[in-house]
């Protein structure tokens, strides 16, 4: 399962919030809670969050096997 949980931290340790993506960056309010909810997300989307970020995939999400 993919979750998002390193999105957050890594929002928190570059200074941004979801305020500053929604208004500054034109991120919508459905994609910040497809996020939260660990839903799916497109390459494009999370391309769009590593370059904002200036961060790694590794840094927004992490896999780890079902159980």
């Known amino acids: 399962m993919i979750t998002y949980e390193p ?9 941004f919030t979801t305020y500053k993506l929604i208004n500054d960056y034109g991120i919508s309010r459905s994609l910040i809670d ?3 909810h660990n839903r ?20 927004i999400m992490v896999y780890t096997k079902d159980e």
Not at 7 to 15: D, N, P
Not at 42 to 49: H, M, R, S, W, Y
């Open 7 to 15: 999105f957050y931290r890594t929002m928190k340790q570059k200074g």
């Open 34 to 36: 497809r996020l939260k």
């Open 40 to 59: 799916p997300i497109t390459t494009v989307t999370l391309n769009d969050l590593c370059t904002i970020l200036d961060c790694r995939v590794e840094d």
